[in-house]
């Protein structure tokens, strides 16, 4: 229900196109495609790729390194209409700034606590339906997934006004916790139908022996199934976390516009807006909330893609 | 859309002593209902829209209030949608105050959400003891529906280090060669700025030229000739304004000395004065209207206290916004915050009376400016005219085309709200 | 598949059932209930609004028709322009990348990648601090290069300009996502069979088209499309850079030229800053919305093998 960003529907992707993407070139087929390539390359010139891949690069990092200088960069010197690309008079004043003056660490902890209700209450709740939904057969099961599937559809902005009045009668209107309750709606349909992909991976002689063995469904679940599936789960919970980190427009009309119950988009947007803010603000306080997910990203992605590796064996 | 404008940082000793004088001048001022007897005791939650160091300056009165009966608890919540207070009453969860701008009065009223004072304030109580303007605002559909707490106008602030008062422009047409003459001589700087398409900056030329963006029975005038006029006569700044200016570059251009004055309310000078220098900033009329012999009038606004439907006591509540609108404590509160009181006696007090720049805003109030209505239809103008505006300002249409698709569009508006109202 | 009794099936789907009713379905149904009432702020407190059947939808359709078509159409064009071009982009990319004699792979790589690693938001409004008029890099890089102080772009004011800044600001963010699918899937092509085909005679291009191509598309086309329905729902790339602007026209319901689908729901519900809300014209709008969603989705349904999930 939330805005899934690209990243979020990778694992879809991934998830859905099975074999092709995770079919990993064994390393020592490496070589051999190394030399076709050699050849069917030949006439090709090395040199544009180089020049194209540093366009590239340049296109992917300049807007980076350009906020990055700014961070460090006196307020007044860019509010200019020069281009400058190293700051005159480095300084820390932005960070310092952004994390005395405004409530920056608030709204990191805002962000963290709807992202992570949000996540809990979903992960709970998707995963005992996504094993019901792998491994009993019933009538209305197939309803039921075609049915989650649309709702994945129903993005939570167009039934604003219902959460609205949910919210109001829990007392819960204008708070991160509301705030989260509608997080999880999204995440608890995405949850079921992620998770029951990976339960459908596990071979099902998992609980028909222990079964033989003399335990029960429910005790198969809990001590064999979740732990094996704890992969799924915890890619999952990721995701959605990650879901709401970015998620903007619900966390704008729900919560109380008082500064100090923003979460990071907002807040961020606000310091963006603030008629008084000069950049060099945002850019520091964009380095700070990008760097530790950009860190993060870059240590996870070799679980993502398992397989999809990018030279690592040169890196 | 124009009560988000951020608040700057206010001095310490201001808010120190709006707290003694608070602290001194309490007992006499409370309680200004005779006959009701008022029950001092239990909570009152109030939404509002203060943030940053205006809420600081406003919880010194509230904490005084608290201080002079004891068993009042007063709660804040910066909340403002009226789509979520509505909400919040008819759940029975709703505030029992809402501090809101005085154009939400229309509507609020109309839905229910805010009751009638009139047994509590009198309009003609209410006349006695607030300014002219700042009554009108509160009053809607023959009833009093709040107490006025501030007062807010548009006016011309200027660099004293870049101008001196004598050049600035005392008519529409002097201000357009002003401009330009400026920009000849400092390239890269510019002579006035403001924020060009936002309606609530543009509304004083639509009324000095002869528009009226709303009345109070939903009728607009935008697409007049008189409109046109004053579409048109903005729009020619374009050829030497920023292109893409905004409130966020204006206020950044003043600040660097970039613009030698500026377009702006009180909600604003703090800021340029930590900017410039508070010496250095000096201020000035909006000029008058050439074809009309008319002053450029923007809206005379402000914020008030309503009472809602929820209230649970609202003698006790009364009481609070009397108090707090009090002379003495608005007179403080102002003279620390900048914003106009909407009380006559805080008016004449000496902190105000010394201070240039509630001065200069009461001198603005007195030289031009229209109450700003607080009818519901109100609400139906900003936007089809704030993208009017820009349409025109960026050449996609002429001001005549622009104007009148907006006001088809505002007569839609009202027209559907004509019948909410009747069904 | 287990055999259980039905007490057992319903103790696991329960919770879980209950949630989704309560969180999920409650609030559609009640956004579809909304849409056939007359409710406003004027009579939300009394509860004297009642059912007016289909007349919000007549309203709807009659006043913004024909700007919702519209707005449904610049949202098409988004998408495939934006899809088309980060597809190509992430492939020719993963392809150089790929190729053999390329150095450096792992910094290429990460280098390359950066862009998917920034939260979406930030993404925006960096991109927005970019485009600015008179303080943004790109404008001072035109006045750089042209010597012309008052030179620049107007990214964010005219229409044309404004829709290409956002279609680069998504290139950006989304062409690594498609570079990483299609290196795992450049990887995993058969050499021999590559091999085998130019032994064959056949050219660079031939063996392109006729062998990586059909070999690359099981990756990329799910990936394509999943990446268009998440495009067609985007909003905070677009609204945190142009909030669906520039207007071009004083009609509100006109759509700005970067109003998409979602930035154009968004504005519904922020109802212009307007304080009068009617509450059954806005719920209309969104089952509209709702069902091109909902068509959108169950068209691609086709493409993937989600369906073929359903039916496991």
Same mark, same amino acid.
């Given at each position: 229900?939330?805005?899934?960003?690209?990243?979020?529907?990778?694992?879809?992707?991934?998830?859905?196109?099975?074999?092709?993407?995770?079919?990993? @070139?064994?390393?020592?087929?490496? #070589?051999?495609?190394?030399?076709?390539?050699?050849?069917?390359?030949?006439?090709?010139?090395? #040199?544009?790729?180089?020049?194209?891949?540093?366009?590239?690069?340049?296109?992917?990092?300049?807007?980076?390194?350009?906020?990055?200088?700014?961070?460090?960069?006196?307020?007044?010197?860019?509010?200019?209409?020069?281009?400058?690309?190293?700051?005159?008079?480095?300084?820390?004043?932005?960070?310092?700034?952004?994390?005395?003056?405004?409530?920056?660490?608030?709204?990191?902890?805002?962000?963290?606590?709807?992202?992570?209700?949000?996540?809990?209450?979903?992960? &709970?709740?998707?995963?005992?339906? @996504?094993?019901?939904?792998?491994?009993?057969?019933?009538?209305?099961?197939?309803?039921?997934?075609?049915?989650?599937?649309?709702?994945?559809?129903?993005?939570?902005?167009?039934?604003?006004?219902?959460?609205?009045?949910?919210?109001?009668?829990?007392?819960?209107?204008?708070?991160?916790?509301?705030?989260?309750?509608?997080?999880?709606?999204?995440?608890?349909?995405?949850?079921? /139908?992620?998770?029951?992909?990976?339960?459908?991976?596990?071979?099902?002689?998992?609980?028909?022996?222990?079964?033989?063995?003399?335990?029960?469904? $429910?005790?198969?679940?809990?001590?064999?199934?979740?732990?094996?599936?704890?992969?799924?789960?915890?890619?999952? =919970?990721?995701?959605?976390?990650?879901?709401? /980190?970015?998620?903007?427009? *619900?966390?704008?009309?729900? *919560?109380?516009?008082?500064?100090?119950? *923003?979460?990071?988009?907002?807040?961020?947007?606000?310091?963006?807006?603030?008629?008084?803010?000069?950049?060099?603000?945002?850019?520091?306080?964009?380095?700070?909330?990008?760097?530790?997910?950009?860190?993060?990203?870059?240590?996870?992605?070799?679980?993502?893609?398992?397989?999809?590796?990018?030279?690592?064996?040169?890196? | 859309? +124009?009560?988000? $404008?951020?608040?700057?940082?206010?001095?310490?000793?201001?808010?120190?002593?709006?707290?003694?004088?608070?602290?001194?001048?309490?007992?006499?001022?409370?309680?200004?209902?005779?006959?009701?007897?008022?029950?001092?005791?239990?909570?009152?939650?109030?939404?509002?829209?203060?943030?940053?160091?205006?809420?600081?300056?406003?919880?010194?009165?509230?904490?005084?209030?608290?201080?002079?009966?004891?068993?009042?608890?007063?709660?804040?919540?910066?909340?403002?949608?009226?789509?979520?207070?509505?909400?919040?009453?008819?759940?029975?969860?709703?505030?029992?105050?809402?501090?809101?701008?005085?154009?939400?009065?229309?509507?609020?009223?109309?839905?229910?959400?805010?009751?009638?004072?009139?047994?509590?304030?009198?309009?003609?109580?209410?006349?006695?003891?607030?300014?002219?303007?700042?009554?009108?605002?509160?009053?809607?559909?023959?009833?009093?529906?709040?107490?006025?707490?501030?007062?807010?106008?548009?006016?011309?602030?200027?660099?004293?280090?870049?101008?001196?008062?004598?050049?600035?422009?005392?008519?529409?047409?002097?201000? $357009?060669?002003?401009?330009?003459?400026?920009?000849?001589?400092?390239?890269?700087?510019?002579?006035?700025?403001?924020?060009?398409?936002?309606?609530?900056?543009?509304?004083?030329?639509?009324?000095?030229?002869?528009?009226?963006?709303?009345?109070?029975?939903?009728?607009?005038?935008?697409?007049?000739? @008189?409109?046109?006029?004053?579409?048109?006569?903005?729009?020619?700044?374009?050829?030497?304004?920023?292109?893409?200016?905004?409130?966020?570059?204006?206020?950044?251009?003043?600040?660097?000395?970039?613009?030698?004055?500026?377009?702006?309310?009180?909600?604003?000078?703090?800021?340029?004065?930590?900017?410039?220098?508070?010496?250095?900033?000096?201020?000035?009329?909006?000029?008058?209207?050439?074809?009309?012999?008319?002053?450029?009038?923007?809206?005379?606004?402000?914020?008030?206290?309503?009472?809602?439907?929820?209230?649970?006591?609202?003698?006790?509540?009364?009481? +609070?916004?009397?108090?707090?609108?009090?002379?003495?404590?608005?007179?403080?509160?102002?003279?620390?915050?900048?914003?106009?009181?909407?009380?006559?006696?805080?008016?004449?007090?000496?902190?105000?009376?010394?201070?240039?720049?509630?001065?200069?805003?009461?001198?603005?109030?007195?030289?031009?400016?229209?109450?700003?209505?607080?009818?519901?239809?109100?609400?139906? !103008?900003?936007?089809?005219?704030?993208?009017?505006?820009?349409?025109? /300002?960026?050449?996609?249409?002429?001001?005549?085309?622009?104007?009148?698709? @907006?006001?088809?569009?505002?007569?839609?508006?009202?027209?559907?709200?004509?019948?909410?109202?009747?069904? | 598949?287990?055999?259980?009794?039905?007490?057992?099936?319903?103790?696991?789907?329960?919770?879980? +059932?209950?949630?989704?009713?309560?969180?999920?379905?409650?609030?559609?149904?009640?956004?579809?209930?909304?849409?056939?009432?007359?409710?406003?702020? +004027?009579?939300?407190?009394?509860?004297?609004?009642?059912?007016?059947?289909?007349?919000?939808?007549?309203?709807?359709?009659?006043?913004?028709?024909?700007?919702? !078509?519209?707005?449904?159409?610049?949202?098409?064009?988004?998408?495939?322009?934006?899809?088309?071009?980060?597809?190509?982009?992430?492939?020719?990319?993963?392809? =150089?990348?790929?190729?053999?004699?390329?150095?450096?792979?792992?910094?290429?790589?990460?280098?390359?990648?950066?862009?998917?690693?920034?939260?979406?938001?930030?993404?925006?409004?960096?991109?927005?601090?970019?485009?600015?008029?008179?303080?943004?890099? *790109?404008?001072?890089?035109?006045?750089?290069?042209?010597?012309?102080?008052?030179?620049?772009?107007?990214?964010?004011?005219?229409?044309?300009?404004?829709? &290409?800044?956002?279609?680069?600001?998504?290139? /950006?963010?989304?062409?690594?996502?498609?570079?990483?699918?299609?290196?795992?899937?450049?990887?995993?092509?058969?050499?021999?069979?590559?091999?085998?085909?130019?032994?064959?005679?056949?050219?660079?291009?031939?063996?392109?088209?006729?062998?990586?191509?059909?070999?690359?598309?099981?990756?990329?086309?799910?990936?394509?499309?999943?990446?268009?329905?998440?495009?067609?729902?985007?909003?905070?790339?677009?609204?945190?850079?142009?909030?669906?602007?520039?207007?071009?026209?004083?009609?509100?319901?006109?759509?700005?030229?970067?109003? $998409?689908?979602?930035?154009?729901?968004?504005?519904?519900?922020?109802?212009?800053?307007?304080?009068?809300?009617?509450?059954?014209?806005?719920?209309?709008?969104?089952?509209?919305?709702?069902?091109?969603?909902?068509?959108?989705?169950?068209?691609?349904?086709?493409?993937?093998?989600?369906?073929?999930?359903?039916?496991?």
């Amino acid at each position: 229900m939330n805005e899934q960003p690209v990243s979020a529907a990778s694992i879809k992707a991934v998830t859905a196109t099975g074999t092709a993407t995770k079919t990993v @070139a064994i390393t020592g087929e490496r #070589a051999g495609v190394a030399s076709l390539f050699r050849r069917f390359r030949k006439n090709s010139s090395l #040199a544009g790729i180089y020049v194209f891949l540093g366009l590239m690069t340049i296109f992917a990092l300049f807007p980076l390194y350009y906020v990055l200088q700014a961070s460090f960069n006196a307020t007044q010197a860019l509010i200019t209409t020069n281009l400058q690309l190293v700051p005159t008079h480095p300084t820390l004043a932005n960070y310092q700034y952004v994390i005395q003056q405004e409530p920056f660490l608030r709204w990191l902890l805002n962000s963290i606590i709807a992202c992570g209700v949000a996540t809990l209450i979903a992960l &709970i709740c998707a995963t005992s339906g @996504a094993y019901a939904l792998a491994r009993f057969r019933f009538r209305g099961r197939q309803v039921s997934l075609l049915f989650l599937f649309a709702l994945q559809t129903f993005p939570g902005l167009l039934a604003i006004y219902a959460y609205y009045d949910i919210l109001t009668l829990l007392h819960l209107d204008g708070t991160i916790i509301g705030l989260s309750l509608v997080y999880a709606a999204g995440n608890i349909v995405f949850g079921v /139908w992620n998770i029951k992909g990976y339960f459908d991976t596990l071979p099902i002689e998992l609980e028909e022996a222990a079964r033989v063995d003399g335990a029960s469904y $429910f005790t198969t679940f809990m001590r064999i199934i979740l732990p094996l599936a704890a992969p799924a789960l915890a890619a999952s =919970a990721l995701f959605m976390f990650i879901g709401g /980190w970015n998620e903007f427009v *619900l966390a704008k009309l729900i *919560l109380n516009p008082d500064n100090n119950s *923003l979460t990071v988009p907002v807040g961020l947007f606000q310091l963006q807006q603030d008629q008084y803010t000069p950049w060099g603000y945002f850019a520091a306080a964009s380095v700070l909330v990008s760097l530790p997910l950009m860190a993060l990203f870059l240590y996870l992605q070799r679980f993502f893609r398992s397989g999809l590796t990018i030279g690592s064996v040169k890196g | 859309m +124009f009560s988000q $404008f951020s608040k700057r940082a206010l001095g310490l000793t201001a808010v120190l002593a709006v707290a003694t004088t608070l602290l001194l001048t309490a007992c006499g001022s409370s309680g200004g209902n005779s006959g009701n007897t008022v029950d001092f005791s239990g909570t009152l939650t109030i939404w509002h829209d203060w943030s940053g160091a205006y809420l600081t300056a406003k919880q010194q009165i509230v904490q005084a209030y608290e201080h002079l009966h004891p068993n009042v608890h007063i709660t804040l919540v910066n909340q403002t949608d009226d789509t979520k207070t509505e909400n919040a009453v008819k759940a029975g969860t709703g505030p029992d105050i809402v501090q809101d701008p005085v154009d939400h009065v229309g509507t609020l009223a109309a839905a229910g959400v805010i009751v009638p004072i009139d047994q509590y304030e009198s309009a003609s109580a209410l006349t006695s003891t607030y300014t002219q303007t700042a009554s009108q605002s509160v009053q809607y559909g023959g009833h009093v529906y709040g107490i006025p707490e501030v007062t807010e106008i548009l006016t011309i602030m200027y660099n004293k280090k870049l101008l001196t008062a004598d050049q600035l422009p005392k008519t529409t047409d002097d201000m $357009f060669t002003f401009e330009k003459t400026y920009s000849q001589q400092h390239p890269g700087s510019y002579g006035i700025v403001w924020d060009v398409n936002n309606v609530y900056d543009d509304a004083g030329f639509f009324y000095g030229y002869g528009a009226v963006l709303m009345d109070g029975n939903g009728n607009s005038t935008v697409s007049s000739q @008189a409109g046109i006029n004053a579409d048109t006569y903005i729009a020619q700044y374009n050829s030497v304004l920023p292109k893409d200016i905004n409130g966020q570059t204006a206020t950044a251009l003043f600040n660097e000395g970039k613009a030698a004055a500026i377009i702006d309310g009180p909600w604003a000078y703090t800021g340029y004065g930590q900017a410039i220098g508070a010496d250095n900033l000096g201020f000035a009329t909006l000029p008058v209207v050439n074809s009309t012999n008319t002053p450029v009038e923007p809206f005379v606004g402000g914020k008030a206290f309503m009472l809602t439907k929820n209230a649970k006591n609202p003698a006790l509540a009364i009481d +609070f916004m009397k108090f707090f609108t009090n002379a003495s404590n608005q007179a403080t509160m102002c003279a620390s915050t900048g914003e106009i009181p909407s009380n006559i006696a805080a008016g004449q007090d000496p902190k105000i009376t010394s201070n240039t720049a509630i001065s200069a805003f009461v001198q603005q109030v007195k030289t031009g400016g229209v109450p700003f209505p607080n009818t519901p239809y109100m609400g139906e !103008v900003w936007t089809p005219l704030q993208k009017a505006l820009t349409a025109v /300002w960026n050449g996609s249409e002429t001001p005549q085309a622009a104007l009148s698709q @907006a006001q088809t569009t505002i007569n839609q508006g009202v027209q559907q709200i004509k019948q909410a109202q009747g069904g | 598949m287990l055999r259980v009794s039905r007490m057992t099936i319903a103790a696991y789907l329960l919770p879980t +059932f209950l949630v989704i009713a309560l969180i999920d379905l409650y609030p559609i149904f009640y956004t579809f209930n909304l849409s056939f009432t007359n409710k406003s702020t +004027f009579n939300t407190l009394d509860n004297s609004y009642h059912y007016i059947g289909v007349k919000n939808y007549q309203y709807v359709l009659q006043q913004t028709g024909g700007d919702f !078509v519209q707005v449904l159409l610049i949202t098409a064009f988004y998408v495939v322009v934006c899809v088309a071009l980060f597809a190509f982009l992430g492939l020719i990319t993963a392809m =150089a990348v790929n190729h053999p004699r390329v150095r450096g792979k792992g910094f290429w790589g990460n280098a390359l990648i950066l862009p998917w690693t920034v939260p979406t938001f930030v993404t925006a409004l960096i991109w927005k601090f970019l485009y600015n008029y008179n303080f943004g890099p *790109l404008n001072q890089i035109i006045r750089l290069v042209t010597h012309n102080a008052s030179a620049g772009i107007l990214w964010l004011d005219q229409p044309t300009p404004a829709f &290409i800044a956002v279609v680069i600001a998504n290139i /950006w963010m989304s062409y690594p996502f498609f570079m990483v699918i299609s290196l795992g899937a450049l990887q995993s092509i058969p050499a021999d069979l590559l091999e085998a085909a130019q032994v064959d005679g056949a050219s660079g291009w031939q063996r392109f088209r006729y062998i990586m191509l059909p070999l690359l598309r099981p990756a990329l086309l799910p990936a394509t499309i999943l990446s268009a329905i998440t495009t067609f729902q985007m909003f905070n790339t677009v609204y945190l850079i142009t909030a669906g602007g520039p207007f071009t026209s004083g009609n509100i319901n006109n759509p700005g030229a970067t109003e $998409f689908l979602m930035v154009y729901m968004f504005d519904r519900i922020q109802n212009n800053g307007n304080f009068f809300v009617n509450y059954g014209h806005i719920a209309t709008v969104a089952v509209l919305v709702f069902i091109v969603l909902f068509a959108l989705t169950m068209m691609s349904l086709r493409f993937t093998n989600l369906a073929r999930e359903t039916k496991r």
